[in-house]
């Protein structure tokens, strides 16, 4: 039975250790199809499980990553054969059963989606949960009525992740996108994604007024708390804000007056326990609508071993775009 990498993390009397070491097949949680890992990447909930900053893992000891991208070896599961190209994205793997974070994976087929072959394996995990998510919120806000052409939506914690692709896609369907950043020097780089305008996070990240000035028809939210409560007040009439994130706080101080006065719709975005409808109708459309040059200019590449080094990092703030990490 062949051995391979994976990153551990363990918790005990002296708090919470993350290392690398060699795990056998037998090792492995329960599942009916077995994968080799070729690529991940690293998300905010990452960051959060590696670093202990907040409960993610709730199973110890724990392998993380919310993410992989791999080929099928083994499989008991009706959709899957051997040599089958696989995503997975949430489903509690990298929380309550081994992640990514590894170079073999053993999981239920059911979590399981083909992977586009529009993209890499390496581009795939460019997308990951961040970008897979970004086009959750572009489907809310298209199932709500906010089209192309109609004003402007906005997108914050723009140089992350799910900002990132957010913009990427928005530009490629032809919205006019407002990114709100607290990272002055990105202003080239969010423009090169498609952005029209730059506004600082400080606008929005102050206590809300129940009504503010309407300066967007839809929004796609990744920071919550004041963040959000200011999105959902500036949003015009009948517009509606996708929210996904909680980097600024779970707590959201607003009042009724959005909804019940402008006819604002918020739009809870989960991207962990979608289903595999949901999760195909989002893979397709980002393998249709998502400018694979401008994922490319989000991403850069890393080591898996480098994910311990970028876990408190991403949640500094300190990584933009996306990043994907190799376990060859």
Not at 68 to 75: D, E, H, L, M, Y
Not at 131 to 136: D, F, Q, R, S
Not at 169 to 190: C, F, M, N
Request: aromatic fraction near 6%; charge should be positive; include cysteine.
């Amino acid at each position: 039975m062949q051995r391979f990498k994976a990153l551990v993390v363990s918790k005990g009397d002296a708090g919470q250790a993350a290392e690398w070491r060699e795990m056998s097949e037998a090792e492995l949680m329960e599942g009916d199809v077995l994968v080799r890992v070729s690529h991940s990447t690293i998300n905010y909930k990452d960051g959060l499980a590696i670093t202990g900053k907040a409960p993610v893992i709730r199973r110890w000891p724990m392998i993380p990553g919310i993410d992989f991208a791999g080929v099928v070896t083994a499989s008991t599961h009706g959709e899957f054969k051997p040599g089958d190209e696989v995503i997975l994205n949430g489903w509690g793997v990298g929380e309550t059963h081994f992640g990514g974070y590894a170079q073999m994976a053993r999981v239920k087929g059911d979590w399981l989606i083909k992977k586009p072959a529009q993209f890499s394996p390496a581009e795939a995990m460019a997308v990951g949960t961040a970008g897979y998510t970004a086009m959750l919120c572009v489907l809310a806000l298209e199932r709500h009525g906010v089209k192309p052409g109609s004003g402007s939506v906005l997108v914050t914690g723009a140089a992350g992740g799910v900002g990132s692709v957010a913009i990427a896609l928005l530009a490629k369907l032809g919205y006019r996108v407002i990114a709100s950043t607290g990272r002055a020097g990105e202003t080239d780089y969010l423009k090169g994604l498609g952005a029209a305008e730059i506004i600082d996070r400080a606008e929005l990240s102050g206590p809300a007024r129940p009504l503010g000035k309407e300066r967007w028809d839809g929004a796609v939210d990744a920071v919550g708390s004041h963040t959000l409560a200011n999105a959902l007040s500036m949003t015009r009439y009948g517009g509606t804000v996708a929210a996904c994130g909680l980097a600024q706080g779970m707590d959201l101080t607003t009042s009724v007056a959005p909804f019940i006065l402008r006819g604002v719709t918020l739009a809870g975005i989960d991207s962990v326990m979608a289903p595999k409808a949901a999760r195909i109708e989002a893979w397709g459309r980002l393998a249709r609508d998502l400018d694979k040059a401008r994922l490319a200019a989000a991403t850069i590449t890393r080591p898996a071993g480098d994910v311990v080094v970028l876990a408190p990092e991403i949640l500094a703030g300190k990584v933009r775009g996306r990043v994907v990490l190799e376990l060859g």
